[in-house]
């Protein structure tokens, strides 16, 4: 709707015009301040230009009203615009509110080690991620997920040491000595016991095979992090792994030209002359590169691939990160103004008013996992997408367990469900509903239906604001509207129930849009547990 108020203007006067949605619904659906932006060219104060204006869509089958107001102009879209849009989409479900965008974006998120389990922090990028990922795709982006693996490093080496250990301590009943950091957890029970099947003990014991035995058990954690993340519906694309770019290290030092130098038998990015607080080691003196070396060659393998735009999702804890990656993207010859970095805040648990235990099958986390069984996949993800990812989240989960109105999820299910029950009540016909006239159903009727015909802007705006909770948001608001025209409208046998029928079909739609884009599936029905 938008967009085609948006091409009307941009034809009547020449330029793209800011729409604006009117507090007051009674002001219209849409209102524009263009007049003031007109005002010094045309001369001529904003009053009379936002008249002349609105007499010049006197004539428009698209706004039943376009008044000027203080300089301001308001449109009202007209029966048969709304009517028409609402058939089409109902009729094309699959292509409601998609568009067709021409660029190419790279998206990585979630990246972590592949040392443990997904904890509950990992969790909110994951979902973050993948919903702006669902965003694009239905926005018509070509946009690929892909999932780094820091396969390579110290991390590596001491999930090999911390396995030796643990099968020592746990497995053979010796009294081992573990050093200040290891990993911990009962996870390392399962990849100690499948590798005492598969390499024998001897491995537990032989310092010079901790490699192969590491390299193996990562290999076992992604298993457990690609299950974990498809339990919540989210699927990669792509994996890349840090221990497959090291062959092309020398390529890339050459192609950094100035920006890697030597001293104290270290090598140097001078990231401070592009703007970090100080140049910053990429190879230290034995050799070893830091983990900044990986993420130049694995940046430098992004950029080579060709897209248009390229999206990190990043704990909040690497906020410093930033610059010293865009510094290398410079020196590499690539504009960095390509990289975008989204950060996302860690996550603070509750149950029942109280801190959240931490699992003992993690050692000294909250797993992804554990949160999933107790409250769903479906009860996770909209919590995770409904406050901005920049900003620290606290929640309870006994919440998100209740089966009322106080949890949004439920709620917003229990709009679906609804309808779907409506329908099954209805005593017309299917026929009869979809070829219903949605004019003249009253201004309750008409403003519910235009909320449910918002989700292509909101979509569109989520997406390029990076705010998917602009569509969680979106979502509650129009299930509390459809809670609130089914208890004070009847429907069923009335002599406007086909069309009333219909313009459920049509909130139906956008409820279930909206919650695919979020990873979950609209309910048709409840449980008995959950009514």
């Not at 021409?102 to 990246?111: A, D, G, M, R």
């Not at 008013?353 to 699992?359: T, W």
């Not at 004019?439 to 519910?448: C, S």
Request: hydrophobic share 40%; glycine share 6%; with cysteine.
């Amino acid at each position: 709707m938008k967009q085609r108020v948006s091409a009307l203007l941009r034809e009547k006067i020449g330029r793209e015009v800011v729409l604006e949605k009117p507090r007051d619904r009674s002001f219209g659906h849409f209102a524009t301040p263009i007049a003031f932006s007109l005002a010094k060219e045309l001369r001529k104060s904003p009053m009379v230009i936002a008249d002349e204006l609105a007499s010049s869509f006197e004539e428009s089958e698209v706004f039943s009203k376009v008044e000027a107001v203080k300089g301001y102009l308001n449109f009202r879209l007209s029966e048969d615009f709304l009517a028409e849009y609402a058939s089409w989409a109902l009729e094309n479900p699959s292509e409601f509110a998609k568009q067709e965008k021409n660029q190419k974006i790279l998206l990585e998120f979630v990246s972590a080690n592949p040392t443990g389990p997904l904890h509950i922090g990992h969790a909110r990028g994951a979902v973050y991620g993948d919903t702006l990922y669902r965003l694009a795709k239905h926005l018509g982006y070509d946009i690929t997920a892909e999932y780094y693996v820091n396969d390579a490093g110290n991390q590596i080496d001491l999930l090999g040491l911390s396995i030796q250990l643990y099968a020592r301590d746990h497995l053979l009943d010796e009294t081992v000595e573990y050093p200040e950091s290891y990993y911990r957890g009962e996870y390392l029970d399962a990849l100690a016991r499948d590798a005492m099947e598969k390499f024998g003990r001897e491995i537990f014991y032989d310092a010079s095979r901790q490699k192969e035995l590491a390299l193996w058990a990562k290999d076992e954690v992604m298993k457990i992090i690609v299950k974990d993340l498809g339990d919540l519906n989210i699927f990669f694309d792509t994996f890349v792994y840090e221990s497959t770019l090291y062959a092309d290290w020398g390529r890339v030092m050459q192609k950094m030209g100035d920006g890697i130098y030597e001293k104290d038998g270290k090598l140097w990015i001078a990231s401070e002359a592009k703007g970090d607080e100080k140049d910053r080691v990429v190879v230290r003196e034995d050799g070893r590169p830091t983990y900044l070396a990986g993420d130049i060659v694995y940046h430098n393998q992004k950029f080579e691939r060709g897209y248009d735009h390229y999206i990190n999702i990043w704990g909040a804890d690497h906020h410093g990160y930033i610059a010293r990656v865009k510094a290398a993207i410079e020196y590499l010859g690539y504009d960095s103004k390509k990289l975008e970095v989204l950060l996302s805040q860690m996550v603070s648990l509750l149950k029942d008013g109280e801190p959240y235990k931490m699992s003992k099958r993690a050692g000294n986390v909250i797993l992804m996992s554990d949160i999933v069984e107790e409250i769903g996949a479906d009860a996770l993800r909209f919590i995770f997408a409904s406050k901005k990812s920049d900003t620290a989240l606290e929640f309870d989960l006994a919440e998100f367990k209740k089966q009322d109105s106080s949890n949004p999820i439920f709620y917003i299910q229990y709009a679906h469900a609804r309808i779907q029950t409506l329908l099954c009540k209805a005593t017309v016909s299917k026929e009869d509903i979809a070829n219903a006239s949605l004019k003249n159903l009253g201004e309750n009727a008409d403003t519910l239906l235009f909320d449910a015909l918002l989700l292509p802007e909101i979509i569109e705006d989520a997406f390029n604001t990076r705010q998917v909770q602009k569509l969680t948001d979106y979502l509650k608001s129009l299930a509390a509207s459809l809670h609130k025209f089914y208890y004070d409208v009847r429907m069923i046998g009335t002599e406007d129930e086909a069309k009333l029928l219909k313009l459920m079909l049509m909130v139906a739609l956008s409820i279930k849009t909206g919650l695919s884009l979020m990873g979950i599936a609209a309910k048709d029905k409840m449980s008995k547990e959950e009514v």
